[in-house]
């Protein structure tokens, strides 16, 4: 199973709206990173997010951890139509593994005009 | 320099053939993995290769799944017998090193059908 499990699986909203993209995984992590996918290409790194952090900005990003939880969160600022694409949380476990990742289902993003 | 190059992008085969997916990591990035994406799924790790380390094929599906990393740099996904199953988009991703905060650099995947 999937060591990362992003909610909502699909998300449609407005031009100028923000996006908010959740992750839950299992085990304890080294860190969590965030990726985005456009259709039919690879991946593209967006954000890394530590253990001991909690919170992390990039540009019009967001990123939120709570180890207690499991879980992290992507928000996405006033989003735009190139925006639209589908977000991947990935996780880095804490020992061992190489430089592993381990990826959720992802969340598909539409952001309409 | 390029980012990472996977060739050819697209392969539709016949169910038994053998099939090789080549893999061209950025320059000096000494970290290389191999993943699979099924339609509308995440990604499922299969190898990783990193320096002159014996790579970790804990992800490989079946004994028909191999795959090589010569000198260092180019990779190739050999699947032997291919079956219908093996239908996905194959990604190849390189790190600069082993480092727990390295990211990943993508390619844009090898397209996988199995007639």
């Known amino acids: 199973s999937q060591q990362g499990e992003e909610d909502p699986q699909a998300l449609s909203i407005q031009e100028g709206e923000n996006a908010t993209m959740n992750c839950s995984y299992k085990t304890s992590i080294n860190n969590l990173q965030w990726y985005r996918q456009n259709s039919g290409r690879g991946l593209v790194h967006l954000i890394l997010i530590r253990s001991n952090e909690r919170e992390k900005h990039s540009g019009r990003l967001r990123v939120t951890l709570d180890t207690s939880k499991k879980s992290s969160s992507l928000l996405i600022t006033a989003s735009r139509a190139a925006d639209t694409a589908s977000y991947f949380c990935?996780?880095?476990?804490?020992?061992?593994?190489?430089?592993?990742?381990?990826f959720g289902t992802g969340t598909q993003l539409k952001v309409e005009l | 320099g390029a980012g990472v190059s996977q060739s050819p992008s697209n392969k539709v085969t016949e169910k038994g053939k053998d099939v090789e997916l080549r893999c061209d990591p950025i320059s000096g990035h000494t970290a290389l993995y191999w993943y699979r994406q099924s339609l509308g799924q995440g990604l499922e790790f299969l190898i990783y290769f990193q320096g002159n380390s014996a790579p970790d094929k804990s992800g490989l599906p079946s004994d028909r799944f191999s795959a090589e990393r010569t000198g260092g740099s180019v990779s190739t996904l050999t699947i032997q017998r291919t079956q219908q199953e093996d239908s996905a988009v194959y990604l190849c991703a390189s790190s600069f090193d082993r480092g727990l905060a390295q990211p990943q650099h993508f390619g844009d995947g090898t397209r996988l059908s199995i007639l």
């Open positions: 990935a996780t880095r476990i804490l020992t061992g593994g190489g430089n592993k990742l381990t």
